[in-house]
């Protein structure tokens, strides 16, 4: 049975490492409708390289591009966001794969669940904003979310054939970034570009961002909460320099399993593609000779406050991971652009959380509202740096 894949995001680097994934089983796997922001001309090259039947691109300004380039093929050329919506519910498709960077995949993914389709949801931003939504959606609809994200692959990999009430903790591993060891002063100092250079996993640069403030380790606190029904109190951040161990699940008998290899976001994508099933890869192999020493320490919320600010917002609940997540997407683009300093980040987002309306239950207007409040207050406090 060929399995039909939409993927949302198909240029950025989980939607091409997907692509890879279908390049090695063609005989499983055919995509059936990819979209992207703006790179069109990447975009054009997938579209003729795997001849989906639909390809739909959010910015309109390159719709006129992109049509005129695949003017020759049989594929439907749409733009807009509405259409990206329109695009994850085609009765054929089997497996929508959410790699939209932030916010913006929430909409499409809500429209993907609401039609039953099996999520590779890569999208963490969808679980922040609105996880109880997504979770009681997704039960009403029948929709399977399988992780992409590495932590929540290896998480979910080692509870397989285990009962969930029998989970004790999780152990959430994090890399720790490019600036594990830099002190207070000099992170006050750091720049984008250094920012950018991840020790150990090539991924776009608003998570590699996020990656360095750990604010992406507190949203994936949030996303795990969501997946897998855990309190935060019973998920550990573990850091682990090397990222070989991508995270593991401590059982009442103590026992503690773990998922291991190495970091090649293709085996995760695989993994949610084929569940339950488990296929042949030529991905590279773990040698545990080269990777003799692997060390584990505990995060400093001092130094990296983002991670504080996650479990904060979670316990708060309502509304305010919402915020935390626009205030961040905010902050994050603030400091790539060289408009606010690395520890500014940490300060826009408390601001922020602290200013902005709360709502105890928000509905999915009251997220897009509360998304919009908290992206205008935020940038106030950027201006105001
Ligand atoms: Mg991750």
Request: net charge negative; charged share 20%.
């Amino acid at each position: 049975m060929i399995k039909r894949i939409a993927i949302l995001g198909s240029t950025g680097s989980i939607g091409t490492q997907t692509l890879d994934v279908v390049r090695e089983h063609p005989d499983r796997y055919e995509v059936y409708a990819i979209s992207a922001n703006r790179s069109v001309d990447l975009l054009i090259r997938q579209a003729r390289e795997f001849k989906p039947e639909v390809v739909c691109i959010a910015d309109e300004r390159c719709y006129e591009t992109l049509r005129e380039a695949l003017s020759d093929l049989p594929i439907k050329v749409w733009c807009g966001a509405e259409s990206i919506d329109q695009m994850v519910t085609f009765p054929s498709v089997d497996i929508v794969v959410a790699a939209m960077v932030g916010y913006a995949g929430l909409q499409p993914t809500i429209e993907a669940i609401k039609a039953g389709k099996t999520i590779a949801l890569a999208n963490k931003e969808t679980l922040v904003v609105a996880g109880e939504l997504i979770g009681e959606l997704a039960a009403q609809y029948h929709a399977a979310i399988l992780p992409v994200d590495s932590e929540h692959s290896a998480i979910f990999q080692s509870l397989v054939g285990e009962d969930p009430n029998t989970v004790e903790k999780l152990l959430l591993t994090a890399s720790g970034g490019p600036f594990l060891h830099h002190s207070l002063e000099q992170l006050r100092s750091v720049t984008a570009a250094e920012a950018l250079r991840h020790p150990n996993w090539e991924m776009g640069a608003k998570i590699t961002i996020d990656s360095a403030s750990m604010m992406n380790k507190g949203f994936e606190v949030i996303e795990a909460k969501w997946l897998f029904g855990v309190p935060v109190d019973k998920i550990q951040v573990v850091v682990h320099p090397q990222s070989i161990v991508h995270s593991a699940v401590q059982y009442i008998d103590g026992s503690v399993k773990a998922q291991l290899g190495m970091p090649d976001m293709r085996l995760p994508i695989q993994y949610a593609l084929a569940y339950p099933e488990r296929l042949q890869s030529t991905f590279p192999r773990l040698d545990l000779f080269t990777y003799n020493t692997l060390t584990f320490l505990a995060p400093d919320q001092e130094r990296f406050p983002c991670l504080s600010l996650a479990y904060e917002a979670v316990a708060r609940g309502g509304n305010i991971p919402c915020i935390l997540n626009a205030a961040n997407e905010v902050a994050n683009l603030a400091f790539r652009e060289g408009r606010c300093g690395f520890m500014d980040m940490p300060d826009i987002i408390a601001d922020t959380m602290a200013k902005a309306s709360f709502i105890p239950k928000p509905d999915y207007d009251a997220y897009v509202a509360s998304d919009k409040e908290a992206r205008q207050i935020a940038e106030e406090m950027v201006n105001g740096k």
